[in-house]
């Protein structure tokens, strides 16, 4: 197996961590379109009890106990959304401070990468002067 450096694990990671953001937000999205669904129920139901025509009338009581289980829906997908929204914020927090980590992992690196050139340059130099010299 290949011996990774850490900025190439850490940067796995962010990629890891943006599909979990990714997934809470689509979790979210999912929420919130069941909760504007049970809105359009809720209002419907609503009217068809205003409404004046008789056959609505006839299944009032049905409505309001209709009425009451939508809004047992609507209280359960608002707190629902609040734990995704929650959790959507949290995964983002944790892959920004692991892309940031894996940014400082990488200029660390190129900083050592550099400085052993350098001290390589300067191994050469010497060798090269150390050779020329007649002793």
């Keep these: 197996m290949v011996k990774q450096s850490r900025s190439q694990k850490l940067t796995r990671l962010v990629k890891v961590q943006r599909h979990l953001e990714h997934m809470a937000e689509n979790e979210l999205a999912a929420t919130t379109q069941a909760r504007a669904e049970v809105q359009e129920n809720l209002v419907a139901v609503v009217d068809a009890i205003g409404s004046l025509e008789p056959i609505h009338q006839i299944f009032a009581g049905l409505y309001s106990s209709q009425i009451s289980r939508l809004t047992a829906k609507d209280q359960h997908l608002h707190t629902m959304q609040q ?47 150390g050779k020329s010299d007649p002793v």
């Design 83 to 129: 734990i995704h929204e929650n959790r959507m914020l949290r995964e983002k927090a944790k892959g920004d401070r692991l892309e940031e980590n894996a940014q400082e992992a990488r200029e660390l690196e190129n900083r050592e990468a550099d400085d052993a050139a350098i001290y390589d340059l300067i191994d050469q130099r010497m060798a090269a002067n």
